[in-house]
Nanobody, 120 residues
């Protein structure tokens, strides 16, 4: 059974950084992994995705050059390094996984989410 557990959320001032982690279990070593976020009153939106070996990454335009997604295959963990954070980055961030090794938007498994709050 696939389980995704996020950590690393918190409160940070604008311009600061946070690093989110997602520990995956249940045979996800060959899965694509991704991060999504949902702000209050808004739809959940795509943030970033990484292929199963980490060789291919994709980002939403709003986070390009500020966020970096990566994965540690040995530990089956995916990370989201978030720099130069803005108040509009405030949201619940969700980790996602999919059996398609190169999934970029459609993910089947989801974590519970971790809150990120950026104060101005």
């Amino acid at each position: 059974q696939v389980q995704l557990v996020e950590s690393g959320g918190g409160v940070v001032q604008a311009g600061g950084s946070l690093r989110l982690s997602c520990a995956a279990s249940g045979g996800t070593i060959s899965y694509a992994m991704g991060w999504f976020r949902q702000a209050p009153g808004k739809e959940r939106e795509f943030v970033a995705a990484v292929s199963w070996r980490g060789g291919s990454t994709t980002y939403a335009d709003s986070v390009k050059a500020r966020f970096t997604i990566s994965r540690d295959g040995m530990k089956n963990t995916v990370f989201l390094q978030m720099n130069t954070l803005r108040p509009e980055d405030t949201a619940v961030y969700f980790c996602a996984a999919d059996p398609d090794p190169y999934a970029q938007r459609d993910f089947f498994y989801w974590g519970q989410g971790t809150q990120v709050t950026v104060s101005s």
